[in-house]
C-alpha cells in the first residue's frame, strides 16, 4: 500500500519520503507548494500532488486515488511564522491536524503519525503547575500552544474511535539544507553560514538565536525525517508517543567553532557563553521500537549543508 506525507516537499517530510522509499513503500508527496528542492533526484519515484490541508476534498481524493493506508502529517507553520500569524498557524495547526485525522477516520486509513514538538511537554508540565494560581506563568508561544491542542485531538482520536494515532516529538531545533521552509534555528543559522561562503565577515551581538535557547538541542532534518519514517512504518510498537532527538546540544559558540571547522576561513564573531552543551539524551523506546538513533552531529550535519549550498543539489554525506 501506499504512505502519505502531507508537507512531504518541506525540510522533515522531504527527508521522511526518502526514507519511507528506501524502506520499499510508495510514497505521496501532498504539499501545497510542491517545491522538489530536496527531491530532485527521487522525484521520478514519489507520486507528487498539490493540495491544501484546508480543503478537504484536496485530501480524500490524494487517499482515494493512490491506495493510500498510512498517513504522516508533517505539515505545519514554522515558529517565526506562527509569531507574526497566530491565526493561520493556528488554523493549519489545528484543523489541518482535524482533516487528516476525519480523512483517516472516513477512509479506515491503518495508521496516522503526527509530528510534533518537543514543546508541548514542557507546555503541559508548566500548565498544570498553573492550575489554581489565578495565572498562566509561561510566555507567549503560539507555535508551542497550536501543538498541544493537535496533540489533544490526536488523543481524542485514538481513545475516541480506537484508530492507530502515534505522536512523534522532535526534541531540538530543526535545521538542514533548504530554502525558506528551514526551522527557526534554521534561519538564524543562515547568515552564520551562507555569509562566510561569500566571503562575508558575520557578527552576531547575542549569545541566543531568535526562537532558541542558550544551549539548543541539535536535530538535523535528515535524522527527524529517518525517524519519523521509521516510527509510522513499523508495526511492531508499544507505545504512541516517542522523542525523535539529535546527538548533541550546542551554544551558539559551540555551533559557531564547528561552523569554521566546516568552512575554513569563515570570519564569524559571537559573545562567550559561560555554558557548554553535551551530548543530547535519546528516547531508547524509539531506539528498541523502531530502530532510531540519531547519525548526524552538528559537523555532519552542517557539511551536507554546505554542500548544498555548493551544488544546490542535495548530496548524503
Known amino acids: 500500500m501506499t504512505l502519505l506525507v ?127 494560581t489565578g495565572e498562566l506563568d509561561f510566555p507567549a508561544d503560539p507555535y508551542g500552544s497550536a501543538k498541544v491542542g493537535a496533540e489533544l485531538l490526536c488523543n481524542d482520536y485514538r481513545k475516541l474511535y480506537g484508530m492507530d494515532v502515534l505522536i512523534l516529538r522532535l526534541m531540538g531545533q530543526v535545521f538542514g539544507p533548504g530554502k525558506a521552509f528551514t526551522g527557526a534555528v534554521g534561519q538564524g543559522l543562515q547568515a552564520l553560514v551562507e555569509e562566510p561562503l561569500k566571503g562575508n565577515p558575520v557578527s552576531v551581538d547575542t549569545v541566543i538565536l531568535p526562537h532558541s535557547a542558550p544551549v539548543m538541542p541539535m536535530l538535523y532534518a535528515r535524522d527527524a525525517g529517518e525517524g519519523i519514517a521509521q516510527a509510522v512504518l513499523n508495526d511492531n510498537l508499544q507505545h504512541y508517543v516517542f522523542d525523535i532527538a539529535g546527538q548533541e546540544l550546542c551554544t551558539l559558540e559551540e555551533l559557531v567553532e564547528v561552523i569554521k571547522e566546516v568552512i575554513p576561513g569563515a570570519d564569524i564573531t559571537v559573545p562567550p557563553s559561560a555554558l557548554k552543551g553535551g551530548p543530547m539524551p535519546y528516547d531508547e523506546r524509539a531506539a528498541a521500537q523502531f530502530d532510531y538513533t540519531p547519525k548526524y552531529s552538528a559537523k555532519r550535519g552542517l557539511e551536507e549543508y554546505v554542500e548544498y549550498l555548493n551544488t544546490d543539489t542535495y548530496r548524503q554525506i
Open 6 to 132: 502531507t508537507g512531504g516537499c518541506g525540510l522533515v517530510g522531504s527527508f521522511a519520503v526518502r526514507r519511507a522509499l528506501e524502506m520499499g513503500e510508495k510514497v505521496v508527496a501532498f504539499d501545497i507548494a510542491l517545491k522538489t528542492w530536496l527531491l530532485e533526484d527521487i522525484k521520478d519515484q514519489v507520486t507528487l500532488v498539490r493540495g491544501n490541508l484546508l480543503t478537504p476534498p484536496d485530501l480524500y481524493r490524494a487517499v482515494a486515488e493512490n491506495g493510500v493506508d498510512k498517513m504522516l502529517h508533517t505539515a505545519s507553520f514554522l515558529t517565526p511564522g506562527a509569531y507574526e500569524d497566530p491565526y493561520n498557524s493556528a488554523e493549519l495547526t489545528i484543523m489541518g491536524t482535524l482533516n487528516v485525522l476525519e480523512c483517516a477516520r472516513a477512509n479506515n486509513i491503518k495508521r496516522v503519525a503526527y509530528v510534533s514538538t518537543g514543546k508541548t511537554g514542557w507546555v503541559g508540565d508548566t500548565f498544570a503547575k498553573s492550575n489554581n
